[in-house]
């Protein structure tokens, strides 16, 4: 009896890794989907805070970002800032077309708990993939 409890714990455990493994891929996946062009950064931030699947955020964000950015960033693993995310960026939409020039990008954004606060998003692109970098 011992030996298939502890077969069965041994196989709960492995699958549980691999499930979470798996999900971690799905979420880089996407992330790299997402930094192909400067709207998909910002469509990618309102549907992580539309859905509550935070996992791949922190990779649309620059390392030299500034601190609002890297606030975005924390949204996957501090849960005391989630609510806020949600509040501020779950109803947040593009207006109009980026603006390209080169190797930055600025993104018209509405956003706020009703959707109508402009901001701008502004974007960098490093090895072929675009970062937030400000807002």
């Known amino acids: 009896m011992r030996k298939i409890l502890s077969a069965t714990i041994v196989l709960l455990a492995i699958t549980t890794f691999f499930t979470a493994c798996k999900g971690k891929a799905k979420d880089s996946k ?3 989907a997402a930094q192909a062009d400067p709207r998909s950064v910002a469509e990618a931030i309102f549907d992580a805070a539309k859905s509550g699947n935070y996992g791949g955020l922190a ?4 390392a030299d ?3 609002d950015s890297k606030m975005i960033a924390k949204v996957a693993t501090d849960k005391s800032v989630q ?3 949600k509040k501020y ?3 947040g939409k593009v207006t109009g077309e980026p603006t390209v020039s080169g190797e930055t990008a600025s993104v018209n954004i509405l956003i ?6 402009e901001e701008t998003f502004q ?3 490093k090895n072929g993939k675009w970062y937030l970098q400000s807002f």
């Open 89 to 91: 960026f779950s109803k």
């Open 83 to 85: 609510e806020e995310f």
């Open 65 to 67: 970002a500034d601190s």
């Open 123 to 125: 974007m960098v692109l």
């Open 30 to 32: 996407a992330a790299k």
């Open 59 to 62: 990779e649309l964000i620059d």
């Open 112 to 117: 706020g708990p009703d959707g109508t606060k």
